[in-house]
């Protein structure tokens, strides 16, 4: 086209066109990092986005001083990446960044030494656990870490309350373009939720793979129209870290009380009818729950239409069987978890955002009935903590724990009445999590105690001939049999806030004396 | 939770926290519309979005007089949504609308009564065909139309250059979140690819389906989290109007010579190796390469990494013969292209921003080896227009053509010399929507024809023993055959602007005298 056909003179003659560009040649208006420096037109076209090692790609970035940049969780305590990309981005001699990551697991001791030097000085995730939590709770940060759920993150990225200048994601494999998936590779991870949402709204994004495949990658979780740099190396995690602290058949006789009476509880509340839904975590109590409910399913006759949030192999083999339609999975939990949503289409991977977002159009959560949850501490009002100890020092997550609470039909939070001599079910909560006017039913080894707020299930339970009990009695019986639980002290410093869902400030942790 | 963590007091003592909300209650801060009226706070979470009807549905998206809505055209002339939807919002007294459509069809006809009647006073769009593209050269419209490449408008949705308030896309299936495909259903249109970005970016989104299918709907093209109205109505499309001017074999001897002889111009540019990639339109010439190419890659033992673009019958033999890795697949052409992406895991559906856009960090078209592409005319200068015909009248599409060729090594043009009386390769294109600079390779049934920039080409293919003819030859030897062609006449006024991809303005239509 050696001829342009518009010019200023053109486009101002046309009403709305004055301020507009007349086309110069292919590439001229393209967004800065787009292209690549060639003599002939086509080789502007960028074909790999390979770059030879994380240095270059973190220079490429543009990371500066005091930006955000962040990191997923789906390898658990498996992670290599996080330590991989801190330990260079601290040679490289970066400061005061902010590091958002989807969780901190076991994996991530090493923040608390970037911490120290002044690498990183402000932490947002769902949750911090080992030394790092300890940190935390002891003051090591001047500004507050911020505790968001998995809906509740999303969210925030969407909405840019949380803007991610670099995200620094693993991924099991990817192509030169960054087409990439959990499901191929040397160290799968199943579902590639939390990350797909920093894909899609950081400025700049850095895939991390040790199995770089051939063009294209298939299946595509994360797309390479959201890629900047692909960076290979030698091992991203190890996937028998995925299953840290997750999954096994409980025999403790406690959690296969509970556990019979949470589906006790699900049949008497009307919900439990052919398509109904369903998310449990992946704790002891909680596969018991999936393995009795089976049971009452073939019983009824009854199909679950989809089965929601982190996966585990119990869910997996209810799929296989027909008994659940679809499996929604953000995150999953345990190896069986991710050769399932390898192998069946209908194991269906999901992003955050669709999780469990609470400004979108409708999450996977909105359409839960059950929800089965566990707690570090319950209190009177049905507040629920899952993110400090009775000590006051943090140490677990927020999760999806306020999410699924939030819209399901009925909640259920399970929870033995003393773990060891602690007290869990208590007067309050040392911090909130999950407001208690979301929290439905309460399971103990003692029993089912319903939130006097939905006295619709009340009446369900009676009709059932289940025998309630009251809030005041378990707590109660738990001072009995521990004592009046000793308060945890605190400074004035807060260390970290607890946002809810929507963002709003539902608690703050206090620094421990 | 009856006890309140957190105050403004408590905030404010928090640098960087004061002016956050402190948590009230579940659902507090929620954006309008998520949630309905309910007296329990459970109830209030919305678990359906069907409405009763479109009306319905356009008063509960807001819909007003000057706003702009959006229609997908993957039923082509088969489409029954855009008039229905149209006729409602016409009845109901709505006045000067935009109504960006991804095309406007044989089946939009309609749209000419609308812009009379002043329902709709500017329409945007990749193409325009029949009595509407006629009334628009005629001057109907008060503001020019807009011609977007397919890319172009993937950008442009994505950039905000066209906002669109309510997005009406007709979907085969869907549930009754939202959750929707092409695959399922009464009448099946395959890929979403361009509805895909209006339902991720229209303020909001209706969906229209003759199958409302149980929760959750699967595979999920468009998801439930950016859908706000789902509305069932008897019959959304004929999926045989899908068919329109496509696929079949040809047996027209001047199209089998240029198919062959693209195959040779394939082979000799070095590019046709092991892992090679491609595109081809619907075109008889279209078809009949992929044929030859078939024969040539079996004798040379190679396979085709992806296959790109509107994708027919031919493509998904292909694929099922894994003779083509995967297809990318943003519309389906033919019935044989819907069955294929309903089977084939590998016939991977894309958006139109995955597809083409610009401006994302790299499109499928990036990777493209070869196009091939069809023409209304080209010019000495390369130059391609798709859109109008000789005597000046829009008729036609702008589609993908720009994107591809700006991206592919090798972009090949098929065009025979003449089409009946009238000249194909002239001296000057009457519009250009294709710059020559980005086109390689033009195939006539005189030869093959390369563009001088493109000196890397002419010295394989005459390494090859292809004897090349030169576009001066070809423009001459049409002179000769049809004699000068008659210019089209044109008034001052713009009744058109072409677009390009990055949205500069390569051309204008005038109205035709």
């Given at each position: 086209?050696?001829?342009?056909?518009?010019?200023?003179a053109?486009?101002?003659?046309?009403?709305?066109?004055?301020?507009?560009?007349a086309?110069?040649?292919?590439?001229?208006?393209q967004?800065?990092?787009?292209?690549?420096?060639?003599?002939?037109?086509?080789?502007?076209?960028?074909?790999?986005?390979?770059?030879?090692?994380?240095?270059?790609a973190?220079?490429?970035?543009?990371?500066?001083?005091?930006?955000?940049?962040?990191f997923?969780?789906?390898?658990?305590?498996?992670?290599?990446?996080?330590?991989?990309?801190?330990?260079?981005?601290a040679?490289?001699?970066?400061?005061?960044?902010?590091v958002?990551?989807?969780?901190?697991?076991?994996?991530?001791?090493?923040?608390?030494?970037?911490i120290?030097?002044?690498?990183?000085?402000?932490?947002?995730?769902?949750g911090?656990?080992g030394?790092?939590a300890?940190?935390?709770?002891?003051?090591?940060?001047?500004?507050?870490?911020?505790i968001?759920?998995?809906?509740?993150?999303?969210?925030?990225?969407?909405?840019?309350?949380?803007?991610?200048?670099?995200?620094?994601?693993?991924?099991?494999?990817?192509?030169?373009?960054g087409?990439?998936?959990?499901?191929?590779?040397?160290?799968?991870?199943?579902?590639?939720?939390?990350?797909?949402?920093?894909?899609?709204?950081?400025?700049?994004?850095?895939?991390?793979?040790?199995?770089?495949?051939?063009?294209p990658?298939?299946p595509?979780?994360?797309?390479q129209?959201?890629?900047d740099?692909?960076?290979?190396?030698?091992?991203?995690?190890?996937?028998?870290?995925?299953?840290?602290?997750?999954?096994?058949?409980?025999?403790?006789p406690?959690?296969?009380?509970?556990?019979?009476?949470?589906v006790?509880?699900?049949?008497?509340?009307?919900?439990?009818?052919?398509?109904?839904?369903?998310?449990?975590g992946?704790?002891?109590?909680?596969l018991?729950?999936?393995?009795?409910?089976?049971?009452?399913?073939?019983?009824?006759?009854?199909?679950?239409?989809?089965?929601?949030?982190g996966?585990?192999?119990?869910?997996?083999?209810l799929?296989?069987?027909?008994?659940?339609?679809?499996?929604?999975?953000?995150?999953?939990?345990?190896?069986?978890?991710?050769?399932?949503?390898?192998?069946?289409?209908?194991?269906?991977?999901?992003?955050?955002?669709?999780?469990?977002?609470?400004?979108?159009?409708?999450?996977a959560?909105?359409?839960?009935?059950?929800?089965?949850?566990?707690?570090?501490e319950i209190d009177?009002?049905?507040?629920?903590?899952?993110?400090?100890?009775?000590?006051?020092?943090?140490?677990?997550?927020?999760?999806?724990?306020s999410?699924?609470?939030?819209?399901?039909?009925?909640?259920?939070?399970?929870?033995?009445?003393?773990?060891?001599?602690?007290?869990?079910?208590i007067?309050?909560?040392?911090t909130?999590?999950?407001?208690?006017?979301?929290?439905?039913?309460?399971?103990?080894?003692?029993?089912?105690?319903?939130?006097?707020?939905?006295?619709?299930?009340?009446?369900?339970?009676?009709?059932?001939?289940?025998?309630?009990?009251?809030?005041?009695?378990?707590?109660?019986?738990?001072?009995?049999?521990?004592?009046?639980?000793?308060?945890?002290?605190?400074?004035?410093?807060?260390?970290?806030?607890?946002?809810?869902?929507?963002?709003?400030?539902?608690?703050?942790?206090?620094?421990?004396?």
């Amino acid at each position: 086209m050696k001829e342009l056909r518009v010019d200023e003179a053109l486009l101002a003659s046309i009403k709305g066109y004055e301020n507009r560009n007349a086309y110069v040649s292919p590439f001229a208006f393209q967004p800065e990092g787009t292209m690549q420096e060639a003599a002939d037109l086509k080789g502007q076209v960028r074909r790999t986005k390979v770059v030879a090692s994380l240095e270059e790609a973190i220079k490429k970035s543009g990371l500066k001083d005091g930006m955000t940049i962040s990191f997923h969780h789906h390898f658990r305590d498996g992670d290599k990446v996080l330590p991989m990309v801190m330990e260079i981005i601290a040679n490289m001699g970066f400061k005061d960044l902010r590091v958002a990551a989807s969780s901190f697991t076991g994996a991530h001791e090493c923040m608390v030494e970037y911490i120290e030097k002044g690498v990183v000085n402000r932490i947002e995730s769902s949750g911090l656990r080992g030394k790092l939590a300890q940190a935390v709770s002891n003051g090591v940060l001047a500004s507050p870490a911020v505790i968001r759920s998995h809906g509740g993150r999303a969210r925030a990225i969407v909405e840019g309350d949380l803007k991610i200048d670099v995200a620094f994601l693993g991924v099991p494999s990817s192509d030169c373009m960054g087409n990439a998936n959990g499901v191929i590779g040397k160290s799968v991870c199943g579902s590639l939720g939390y990350a797909m949402v920093d894909a899609q709204y950081a400025k700049k994004v850095v895939l991390i793979t040790d199995t770089l495949v051939a063009y294209p990658n298939h299946p595509i979780s994360i797309p390479q129209t959201q890629v900047d740099f692909v960076v290979e190396v030698e091992e991203i995690g190890d996937p028998n870290g995925i299953m840290s602290g997750a999954t096994r058949f409980t025999k403790n006789p406690k959690e296969l009380l509970i556990a019979k009476n949470v589906v006790k509880a699900m049949i008497a509340s009307g919900y439990f009818v052919d398509g109904f839904s369903m998310q449990t975590g992946s704790g002891g109590a909680a596969l018991a729950v999936t393995r009795f409910m089976k049971e009452e399913m073939l019983k009824r006759d009854i199909k679950c239409s989809y089965a929601l949030g982190g996966i585990t192999a119990a869910f997996a083999s209810l799929l296989e069987e027909g008994l659940v339609k679809e499996i929604f999975d953000v995150q999953d939990f345990d190896l069986g978890g991710v050769a399932s949503i390898t192998k069946n289409a209908l194991h269906q991977e999901i992003s955050a955002d669709f999780y469990a977002s609470p400004f979108n159009k409708s999450a996977a959560v909105n359409k839960l009935d059950f929800v089965v949850l566990s707690a570090l501490e319950i209190d009177r009002d049905f507040n629920v903590n899952v993110i400090s100890g009775s000590n006051g020092v943090i140490r677990a997550a927020s999760g999806g724990h306020s999410d699924a609470a939030a819209c399901a039909k009925m909640s259920i939070i399970v929870a033995p009445l003393l773990r060891g001599r602690l007290p869990i079910v208590i007067d309050r909560v040392t911090t909130v999590v999950t407001p208690g006017e979301t929290v439905d039913v309460l399971v103990t080894e003692l029993g089912i105690t319903v939130n006097p707020l939905r006295q619709d299930l009340k009446a369900n339970f009676e009709k059932a001939g289940i025998e309630l009990i009251e809030m005041d009695t378990l707590i109660e019986r738990a001072k009995f049999l521990a004592g009046e639980p000793k308060k945890a002290e605190f400074s004035d410093e807060v260390v970290a806030v607890v946002e809810y869902r929507d963002g709003s400030i539902i608690d703050v942790i206090k620094k421990v004396k």
